[in-house]
């Protein structure tokens, strides 16, 4: 059962040090629990170190790796905000997707920002982003946010951007609290069902 206010980790996956995209972000979660529906982390992977995905269990990583993992399952909704990087999502992105258990996103709301220098890549990003969730079986929001330099005035997200954002964080908010105790609407994903 979902309690309000929700708990929604939102990753920012960028390896360069924080810009608009995690100024975007930090503003709209900021909004999200001024206004009590949500108790939000950020997790800005420039931040934290994160091991290369190589089988080992994140318990015998000494970083941030199990850390990052236990915030993600622990969370009733997710949010992840990439750049795109050669029309898709960022490798340490990939990288972190790569450690996270299919238990922790399973049927788990999950909101898309991405952010390209121009509205031509907007698809790049979302599309690989929506592939992987489903390997998840997460529930992925059904309209993402694209931000280019167009959405930004003196390193602030305009107007538009910010309701968009707003919109975003609010639609998975309430797409975990509608969701909460229900069983998946379909079959588990591969990786979860059983072996014969």
């Known amino acids: 059962m979902?309690?309000?206010?929700?708990?929604?980790?939102?990753?920012?996956?960028?390896?360069?040090?924080?810009?608009?995209?995690?100024r975007a972000v930090e503003e709209g979660l900021?909004?999200?629990?001024?206004?009590?529906?949500?108790?939000?982390?950020?997790?800005?992977?420039?931040?934290?170190?994160?091991?290369?995905?190589?089988?080992?269990?994140?318990?015998?990583?000494?970083?941030?790796?199990?850390d990052v993992l236990a915030a993600i399952a622990a969370a009733d909704a997710v949010v992840l905000a990439t750049p795109v990087y050669r029309g898709s999502l960022t490798g340490v992105l990939k990288n972190l997707l790569d450690h996270v258990p299919v238990a922790a996103l399973e049927g788990t709301p999950v909101g898309i920002v991405a952010m390209g220098a121009t509205p031509h890549h907007f698809l790049g990003a979302e599309r690989h982003l929506r592939d992987v969730l489903s390997f998840f079986g997460a529930l992925v929001a059904p309209v993402a946010v694209y931000l280019t330099s167009s959405d930004f005035a003196d390193g602030e997200p305009i107007a538009q951007a910010a309701d968009d954002l707003d919109t975003l964080l609010a639609n998975v908010a309430a797409l975990a609290r509608a969701t909460a105790g229900l069983p998946l609407g379909?079959?588990?994903p591969l990786p979860r069902r059983p072996k014969p």
């Open 30 to 66: 900021a909004r999200a629990e001024a206004s009590g529906g949500a108790a939000t982390r950020l997790i800005d992977l420039a931040d934290v170190r994160i091991a290369p995905a190589d089988g080992r269990p994140p318990e015998q990583l000494g970083d941030d790796t199990a």
């Open 186 to 188: 379909g079959p588990r």
């Open 2 to 22: 979902v309690k309000d206010p929700i708990r929604l980790v939102t990753v920012v996956g960028s390896a360069t040090p924080p810009g608009r995209l995690r």
